[in-house]
């Protein structure tokens, strides 16, 4: 499924890479233990960054200079395409959404290390690692410029399917954990302006489900008759967008 092909293109990147990265993390205080009662109650609240915890701004490549990852970011507006990446060289850059701000975030990718991005309208990019974290992934941006993602704070779960993930929102400098209760691993995928977010979560008996999380309640969403169900997007009249694997045909390659 789509998780599955995710990760797949992400080895293929790290396989390109030949250079080490110096990572710029952000600071924060611990982040709040979620939930542990049955589904529909309360994550725990926003914890605020930490003084000096402001991300580096770093100058992106614009349009008209070359690119020097092996595999740069692209943005396509009226027919012009604008390629970017990060002054480094060795790392790729995985774009992953846009708002209409023309904010676009993604995964920024090293030799080992695993962090989001944010590319702001005048192609500056910050790199975003949440503290304590061994890989963030940075997904999507709404219109309010919240961000949407998942983190793991053990084993790079982006390189290692059997690492615990966190879903996440970062807000102003506000970082808001989202762990479906019960679950052993929950990630974001999906975020509308009204800050409600779409994803996938394992269960204890490994079987993958996808949420719906919005004001801290959370809502199953399981295709019926489906063995996998991965919410992938959801706009502002609350529409939801995914896929499911239907167990009547031959597995997807």
Do not use: C
């Amino acid at each position: 499924m789509a998780a599955t092909a995710r990760r797949k293109v992400r080895r293929r990147i790290r396989a390109a890479v030949t250079g080490a990265v110096v990572f710029t993390a952000l600071t924060m205080g611990t982040v709040g233990a979620s939930a542990t009662t049955p589904m529909g109650a309360s994550v725990a609240g926003p914890t605020r960054l930490g003084a000096g915890s402001t991300p580096s701004l770093i100058p992106g490549v614009r349009s008209g200079a070359g690119p020097r990852s092996p595999m740069p970011g692209f943005l396509l507006d009226r027919g012009r395409y604008t390629a970017f990446d990060p002054p480094e060289t060795g790392v790729n850059l995985l774009p992953a959404g846009v708002n209409n701000r023309g904010q676009i975030t993604g995964e920024y990718l090293g030799s080992s290390n695993e962090s989001g991005f944010l590319r702001d309208r005048q192609g500056r990019i910050t790199k975003i690692d949440l503290p304590g974290a061994t890989a963030t992934e940075v997904v999507k941006i709404n219109d309010r410029g919240v961000i949407a993602g998942a983190y793991s704070r053990t084993v790079p779960f982006l390189s290692d399917p059997n690492g615990k993930a966190h879903g996440f929102l970062l807000d102003r400098g506000k970082v808001t954990r989202i762990d479906v209760p019960g679950a052993v691993q929950t990630e974001a995928a999906g975020i509308n302006d009204r800050r409600q977010v779409v994803g996938v979560y394992t269960d204890a008996g490994d079987t993958p489900h996808g949420f719906l999380w919005g004001k801290g309640r959370f809502t199953n969403i399981d295709v019926p008759g489906a063995t996998y169900t991965e919410p992938i997007g959801i706009n502002d009249r609350g529409q939801i967008v995914g896929a499911y694997e239907n167990p009547n045909t031959a597995p997807s390659p």
